[in-house]
């Protein structure tokens, strides 16, 4: 009997043994996934720390980039709009029935025609975004949809300045060639637009005799109905971009206002 109750003595010892063991396994599994969450944690925040700062960084210089962009396009509006109303007074003076009376008035419309600008975007830091794959880091989805569009509106606008550069020097320039002197344009030439400082040789009217009489006058219209049209495009994708740059600012502006 005494033996019996010895062996279940025993047994209870090792019973109660391998549940300590068992309840210091679990302690130290539960220590372990503890550590490891938390560890994860610190790494989730200190990488969203950095992401948060990335992006901060990243809005900043967007700013200052749509900015340029922003004013550059307001600079070529002004240019493009001068050389639509000076086109429209063109074809109205071809239309009259003098329209070489004045010569000194015609040689500054013809001038003032060609005067026409265009620009290239900024756009190194909205590429680099895209193709380092840090736009997921760009929090507001309506401005990542708005720096994977702009490409699209910039080959349009460059679609159209070629089309009137490429129509301008083929077409009208040939045209003026055989009977206008364009040297007697030069005394109009202003480059305010491009430069504050430049200054540029005036040349002489040219002692040539001017071939006005020989011009078709229809043809002479229809030459500049076309650039016309050809500038309207233009003017109709800078004014899309204006409005595509002053709102994606201001997107920008208030995403930046929330991180201060």
Do not use: C
């Not at 309840?23 to 503890?34: K, S, T």
């Not at 809005?59 to 396009?73: D, H, I, R, S």
């Amino acid at each position: 009997m005494i033996k019996f109750f010895r062996q279940i003595r025993q047994r209870l010892l090792t019973e109660n043994k391998f549940s300590k063991y068992l309840l210091y396994a679990i302690g130290e599994i539960i220590l372990v996934v503890i550590g490891i969450l938390i560890a994860l944690s610190l790494n989730n925040w200190k990488e969203d720390l950095a992401d948060k700062g990335e992006e901060t960084r990243i809005l900043g210089g967007l700013k200052q980039e749509f900015e340029v962009n922003l004013a550059e396009v307001r600079r070529n509006i002004k240019l493009n709009t001068s050389t639509r109303e000076s086109t429209i007074a063109l074809i109205r003076l071809i239309q009259t029935d003098q329209p070489f009376a004045n010569q000194r008035y015609l040689d500054s419309l013809l001038n003032e025609v060609y005067m026409f600008g265009s620009f290239d975007a900024q756009t190194g830091l909205v590429n680099e975004v895209i193709s380092s794959g840090k736009l997921s880091i760009i929090k507001n989805i309506e401005l990542r949809s708005r720096l994977t569009g702009v490409s699209g509106l910039l080959d349009n606008l460059e679609e159209d300045y070629i089309i009137r550069n490429d129509y301008y020097y083929n077409h009208i320039i040939p045209f003026l060639s055989k009977y206008i002197s364009i040297v007697n344009q030069d005394k109009f030439m202003d480059f305010s637009g491009w430069s504050e400082t430049y200054e540029s040789i005036k040349l002489d009217d040219s002692p040539l005799k001017q071939k006005y009489m020989e011009i078709d006058l229809l043809q002479f219209e229809n030459l500049f109905a076309i650039h016309k049209v050809n500038n309207d495009f233009v003017n109709l994708d800078e004014y899309d971009l204006k409005e595509f740059f002053t709102q994606t600012l201001e997107i920008i502006n208030n995403n930046l206002d929330l991180k201060e």
